[in-house]
Nanobody, 123 residues
């Protein structure tokens, strides 16, 4: 089992920045691909960013490219999402996910999910 706990959400003005953290515990974090997803009220969950086990491969949704950066610190069992130039449309609950396979994270069917952290961007 892998337990994931997100933190770092909050209220920020448009154009501001936030850094989300996802702390993992349980099985060997270093072998897991990680991803961030988000879900706004009344909308389906969507992919935001993913990173493979080595950090050598990443994926970003078109809507966040150039503004968000995913990274991982295996020594701290933590994955980060640096969010810059935030927009009101980035408002959502952000979820962290983990799986042994990058492809599974990309597909949104990861085995492990956190409880989410709220990000609200005011205009």
């Amino acid at each position: 089992q892998v337990q994931l706990v997100e933190s770092g959400g909050g209220l920020v003005q448009a154009g501001g920045s936030l850094r989300l953290s996802c702390a993992a515990s349980g099985r060997t974090f270093i072998r897991y691909a990680m991803g961030w997803f988000r879900q706004a009220p009344g909308k389906e969950r969507e992919s935001v960013a993913m990173i493979n086990w080595s950090g050598g491969s990443t994926y970003y949704a078109d809507s966040v490219k150039g503004r968000f950066t995913i990274s991982r610190d295996d020594a701290k069992n933590t994955v980060y999402l640096q969010m810059n130039v935030l927009k009101p449309e980035d408002t959502a609950v952000y979820y962290c996910a983990a799986d042994q396979y990058f492809s599974t994270v990309l597909a949104g069917t990861a085995d492990y999910w956190g409880q989410g952290t709220q990000v609200t961007v005011s205009s």
